[in-house]
């Protein structure tokens, strides 16, 4: 037990991350303090702090295995899912401790939903996909209101024009930037409050990316999102703070255009100039 | 993104959260409770099969082990000259063969014809006088077949014909059902498979010391018998298991390990070989008992090989046993890493070399199990072995796999079907402990080569 | 004895070719200068071929013709009084053959049964000089022959390696064989038996009496299929009943719930039931389940008969509940986990995700798994031999004996040796009807997981 605490106290070492402010004022959303994540035996993430503004688009970047993904996935505590994996740290919203485990995972994630790096809509029709969140819940008292829920999600998705009149057939039919729209549209479908999106589109053509960018930048206006991109031009595009990782340590955050354009960290500099990553 | 979607924005996206979140959060409790009954909904069904395994061991052992025990009387036999009333031991001297066999014949067919009971009655009633006067009781306390171990004494030594010697003689299996309390005392005589005197005598006999529970060595050192159930044994029947499992092994084993590696390496991708997986695919869930129909009707019927002879059990266990070797061994194939092939082509091999000295040797563990696995299958299985005639009672150990011969399996069959109920479920569940002994050691032994030679890619 | 010595005189002989072709090969090789296409060992390998295949046809030769030679040479010396009488031929036959083989015969030797034995024996003396000289010249010749075609650029590699492969084919194509074998077998004594009864009473009648099959008499007994079809859907039904809900549940709970320590231990547990025997089942049926299920009945006032659909379906269920956990395990580990996070990232339970996601996903791969376990509920044999009761009535009541399709062939061909009556031959078409119908779930079964498992890869 004694090691392992051990391995805790080196883990939560602190870090000095270089921090700017925004220049307007947003309210805070979530805000991560010392949270750090173990695999095994392994650190994965050290101490990281950081404030998630509310509706606003943050972006985490850094190069592959810098903790990015490990870090957004405490957020709705997906990584429970994994065997030994530990998470250490406080992550506060609106007065709720995320990482507390007496905190109902089911309704956080009704809260905090996720969009992944593949789109995985379930061999389902499109209809079931959208409604399978609200059913679960049991948050649609009538068909109808299933109904009107499963429209609207899909509305807000930007997806209703192209799927109306086949909301029957299968979700697995669509093409691959339309099934990360359906995934979008099925995390709108709970309502959350936070929308988590882990390389969204990675997998997707550049006509189906700029779609769901432009989709990404509507929804800002009624949900605090998170996403994780390997593309600076992505993470420029749609973000209003960026969150630079490197190695398991958030190295620099600050406003996006700030941190593109006046990197104070050398390792920022050298990755979003393309020297590595 | 037209008017309809800015008009739904208009609903507040965080009091739209806070109600939902109420309405979920009603509905929690429940949710975890079908989630917890869910759960051990699914422990519940493993702990079932457990206990089903459990269960059908319990009972089988509680049923078999006592039947490695058996009563056995332990008596002063007197090989008396008055009763053994027989001429010399004929010499071959220069009779032809056929002549000597004719004259040893009817000796041995003298030898027959001495009164053994006497024998065995008068040596018990050296213990018990009571048998002198009793010549059926006292006869009916010794299995039957003793009469012949006493016969065969003197057949193979006649010098002993004057002597006296103690033997163990096996108990009569009524006299061990009686002592095992495997019947219900108090039925009345006339129900009872024991005489008033035997019971009598047996319970005396067994205070004494005289009658013990001994080791059933004669459960491996005999082969089965109708008449004198206590001698029954499974030495015919484990010898006609082995010599088809052997069958099995120089059968089924290479060739198909060599089906796979054709299949797996050398077999252009075309309708023929696509016919030939959904074949193998589909023979390996065909049931057994239509393996033996093609047995009876071809090896037997068509080739006239002999009935209930292990060549033939083993040659139909092999075709059946054949789509499991193939399939193991394929997929031991196709998990050695296609690099150490190229490589070995990179080099200049031919695909045949690289076969045979690369990818072949790094699947043999795998086919190894593959084979113990399919040949433990083999060794249990019993329908297609009764369709080939194996179901007829055999009482000699086969000299070669074309004789007669039982197998464990169906020794099992013809066993738990015996008349004698109370004696023959204790024997039959004996031999299944046997048989299942084998069966795991040979799993065991495939799971430990898994385990030594397992290799992660 | 003798045998082992010939073979390892054999052993030698073709060592020594080996030997004989590589350092031919390798003086070869130093006598040109040049590089050998092949390695000596293949050289060494191609003499051996080129001296045993030769040699091995003369020695078939001689077993196809020597036997009819031999009984030539003594039918000619038989008088034509013996001639005549079968049995006699027979008798005598045998008596020349001991003679010949000096064994000698009992009594009078009639002279020509001397002259006979004189006869055979100088027959089988020269066959078998000649069978000596001939093979050896053969390999000899051939062995010759391989050697003077040794050259630097004779490919001996690809001739092997054809031989090889030729070898590895027949292999495989023995797969194919034992499927048509058993097409051919079956269908051609199913149809014999169809000429004795009409296709249509056997398969659409309801009466299964098919009498003892005494010669001439003029009622051949009633042969429907309907009643016996109907035991084993029965059987099967209530087996699945058993085997499904318990399998798919232990597959959940070791997928997606147990730890990996739990598994470790329960799955091996769990895969014991799946290597006992089934004969072992069905006694376990007979003297455990079978009279536990009828006292069950009892104590509620039910009749249940201790042989009955009821037991054998229990106890086949218990046998196939590892087969489904481990097949519908393999379904459910291979339904990407993506689909599993997309659930859980909605806030889902795992059991939810597990209902509404993952069962969905596999559903198509977990019929086929259904189909494969029925298919092996309908051609379980000992089971059902032992503990269905072997009453081949119509009836819709569990807790009644019944018969199955697979008992009735047990019960019709066991210890049969001429297929001549409809009584024996219905087995024929007893299994011609099982095959068709396992045939077409297995089909099916496999052809469903195959799309399954593609649409996952």
Redesign the interface.
């Known amino acids: 037990m004694s090691a392992m605490e051990a391995q805790e106290e080196a883990i939560m070492e602190r870090f000095e991350t270089i921090r700017i402010p925004d220049p307007v004022a947003r309210n805070t959303k979530i805000a991560a303090k010392d949270v750090s994540v173990i695999y095994g035996s392994k650190p994965a993430l050290h101490s990281v702090s950081i404030d998630i503004p509310a509706q606003a688009v943050t972006a985490f970047i850094g190069p592959s295995g810098c903790g990015k993904s490990t870090f957004l996935r405490c957020f709705n505590r997906m990584n429970d899912t994994i065997d030994g994996c530990r998470v250490l740290g406080q992550m506060d919203m609106d007065g709720d401790d995320l990482n507390d485990h007496k905190l109902d995972v089911v309704l956080l994630r009704a809260r905090v939903g996720m969009v992944f790096q593949k789109p995985n809509p379930f061999p389902k029709s499109i209809f079931d996909n959208i409604a399978y969140g609200p059913k679960i819940h049991g948050v649609a008292r009538s068909k109808g209101e299933l109904e009107e829920i499963v429209s609207r999600s899909l509305q807000r998705a930007g997806l209703w024009d192209e799927v109306k009149d086949r909301l029957d057939e299968p979700g697995t039919g669509l093409s691959g930037g339309q099934q990360q729209r359906l995934c979008i549209a099925r995390a709108i479908a709970v309502n959350p409050e936070v929308i988590l999106m882990d390389e969204p589109c990675s997998a997707l053509d550049p006509i189906a990316t700029a779609t769901i960018e432009k989709l990404i930048q509507e929804l800002r206006e009624n949900y605090t999102i998170i996403i994780v991109t390997h593309s600076m031009a992505q993470a420029q595009r749609v973000s209003q703070r960026t969150a630079y990782f490197h190695l398991g340590y958030l190295v620099e955050e600050g406003p996006t255009e700030h941190i593109f354009n006046n990197p104070q960290e050398k390792r920022t500099k050298d990755y979003i100039t393309g020297v590595f990553g | 993104m037209s008017s309809a979607t800015e008009t739904l924005d208009g609903v507040d996206g965080a009091s739209a959260a806070r109600s939902n979140r109420d309405i979920i959060e009603r509905r929690l409790k429940a949710r975890h409770r079908a989630e917890f009954r869910f759960r051990m909904i699914g422990l519940g069904a493993i702990m079932l099969g457990v206990t089903l395994v459990a269960l059908l061991f319990g009972s089988i052992l509680a049923k078999g082990l006592p039947a490695f025990t058996q009563a056995n009387i332990t008596l002063n036999v007197t090989f008396d000259p008055q009763v053994i009333n027989i001429p010399d031991r004929p010499v071959q001297g220069d009779l032809s063969d056929a002549d000597y066999r004719e004259e040893m014949l009817a000796w041995q067919r003298r030898l027959v014809f001495v009164n053994w009971n006497r024998i065995i009655q008068d040596s018990l009633a050296k213990v018990v006088p009571a048998a002198a006067d009793n010549a059926r009781d006292a006869v009916g306390m010794v299995a039957s077949n003793e009469r012949v171990r006493l016969r065969d004494m003197v057949r193979d030594d006649p010098s002993i014909i004057g002597s006296t010697k103690e033997l163990d003689l096996v108990a009569a299996a009524n006299v061990d059902v009686w002592l095992k309390g495997n019947i219900d005392r108090s039925l009345p005589d006339s129900q009872q498979q024991l005489t008033a005197l035997q019971q009598e005598w047996s319970d005396q006999l067994y205070e004494r010391g005289v009658i013990s529970m001994d080791f059933a060595s004669e459960l491996f050192t005999n082969v089965d018998s109708r008449s004198s159930p206590a001698t029954a044994g499974l030495l015919g029947a484990m010898v006609g298991s082995i010599m088809m499992m052997l069958i099995v092994m120089v059968v089924a084993v290479p060739v198909g390990v060599m089906a796979a590696v054709y299949l797996e390496e050398f077999a252009p991708k075309n309708r023929i070989t696509d016919l030939i997986e959904v074949n193998i695919n589909n023979l390996a869930a065909v049931p057994s008992i239509v393996f033996g129909l093609l047995g009876a009707a071809v090896f037997i019927n068509l080739f006239g090989l002999p009935l209930s002879a292990p060549l033939v059990g083993g040659l139909v266990l092999s075709l059946m046993t054949l789509p499991t070797v193939i399939i193991a061994s394929r997929a031991s194939l196709r998990a050695v890493p296609p690099s150490i092939r190229q490589a070995a082509l990179g080099v200049g091999a031919s695909p045949m070399q690289a076969m045979f000295h690369h990818t072949l040797p790094l699947a043999v563990p795998g086919m190894l199990t593959g084979a113990i696995i399919g040949v433990a299958q083999a060794l249990g299985e019993t329908a297609p072995l009764l369709l080939i005639g194996m179901n007829a009672f055999v009482a000699s150990v086969p000299g070669t796999p074309m004789d007669q011969s039982s197998a464990l399996p169906v020794q099992i069959f013809l066993w738990q079907g015996n008349e004698l109920r109370n004696f023959f479920e204790a024997r039959t569940s004996a031999a299944i402990i046997v048989l299942l002994t084998v069966m795991i050691s040979l799993n065991a032994l495939a799971i430990f080569l898994r385990h030594r030679f397992e290799r992660r890619w | 004895m003798n045998t082992l010595i010939v073979v390892a005189v054999l052993l030698i002989l073709l060592s020594l070719a080996y030997q004989w072709g590589v350092s031919a090969s390798r003086s070869v090789a130093n006598a040109s200068g040049i590089k050998m296409h092949s390695r000596p060992a293949y050289h060494g390998l191609l003499v051996v071929l080129w001296c045993a295949i030769p040699a091995a046809v003369v020695y078939i030769l001689y077993l196809v013709f020597s036997p009819t030679i031999s009984a030539n040479i003594v039918a000619s010396y038989l008088p034509p009084d013996v001639a005549a009488d079968p049995q006699a031929t027979a008798t005598a036959i045998s008596r020349i053959e001991?003679i010949a083989s000096?064994?000698?015969?009992?009594g009078d030797i009639p002279p020509y049964q001397n002259e006979a034995a004189a006869a055979l024996s100088r027959f089988e003396w020269t066959a078998r000089l000649a069978l000596i000289g001939l093979a050896a010249a053969a390999g000899a010749f051939g062995a010759i022959w391989a050697r003077r075609k040794i050259a630097p650029n004779y490919r001996a590699?690809n001739v092997v390696?054809v031989a090889?492969?030729v070898?590895?084919?027949a292999?495989?194509a023995?797969?194919?064989l034992?499927?048509v074998?058993?097409v051919l077998?079956?269908l051609?004594?199913a149809l014999r038996f169809f000429t004795y009864v009409n296709p249509l009473d056997f398969f659409f009648g309801t009466t299964w009496n098919p009498r003892f099959s005494t010669v001439g008499t003029e009622d051949q007994g009633q042969f429907g299929l309907i009643p016996l079809l109907w035991g084993t859907i029965m059987i099967t039904i209530i087996a699945m009943l058993v085997a499904v809900?318990?399998?798919?549940?232990?597959a959940?709970?070791?997928s997606?719930?147990?730890?990996?320590k739990f598994r470790l231990f329960?799955k091996?547990?769990?895969e014991?039931?799946a290597?006992?025997?089934?004969?072992?089942?069905?006694?376990?049926a007979?003297?455990?389940v079978g009279p536990f299920l009828s006292w069950l009945g009892a104590t509620i006032s039910l009749d249940v008969q201790a042989t009955s659909a009821l037991t054998a379906g229990v106890v086949m269920g218990?046998m196939i509940?590892?087969f489904v956990?481990s097949l519908s395990d393999d379904i459910i580990s291979q339904v990407?986990q993506?689909?599993?996070?997309?659930?859980?990232?909605?806030?889902?339970?795992?059991?939810?995700t597990?209902?509404?996601?993952i069962l969905?996903?596999a559903l198509p791969g977990i019929v086929g798994a259904f189909l494969?376990a029925v298919?092996?509920a309908?051609?379980?044999?000992?089971i059902v031999?032992?503990a269905a009761g072997n009453s081949p009535v119509l009836t819709a009541n569990p807790f009644e004996a019944v018969s199955t399709v697979?008992v009735t062939?047990?019960n019709q061909?066991?210890?049969d040796?001429d297929?001549a009556s409809p009584q024996s031959l219905v087995?024929?078409a007893l299994?011609l009807t099982?095959?068709v119908i396992?045939?077409c779930l297995?089909?099916v079964?496999?052809y469903i997981v195959k799309k399954y498992r593609e649409q996952y890869e």
């Open positions: 001991n000096g064994f000698g015969a009992i590699r390696e090889i492969k070898v590895l084919i292999c495989s023995i797969a194919i034992t499927t074998g058993i077998s079956v051609s004594e809900p318990i399998g798919l549940m232990s959940i709970y070791l997606e719930y147990a730890g990996p329960a091996p547990l769990l014991v039931l290597g006992i025997p089934t004969i072992v089942y069905g006694f376990f007979l003297v455990t218990i509940i590892p956990s990407p993506s689909l599993r996070n997309g659930s859980y990232g909605l806030g889902a339970t795992q059991s939810e597990v209902r509404k996601v969905p996903a494969l298919s092996r309908v051609g379980e044999t000992m031999v032992l697979t062939i047990v061909l066991t210890g040796t297929f087995a024929f299994g099982l095959f396992t045939l297995n089909v079964a496999i």
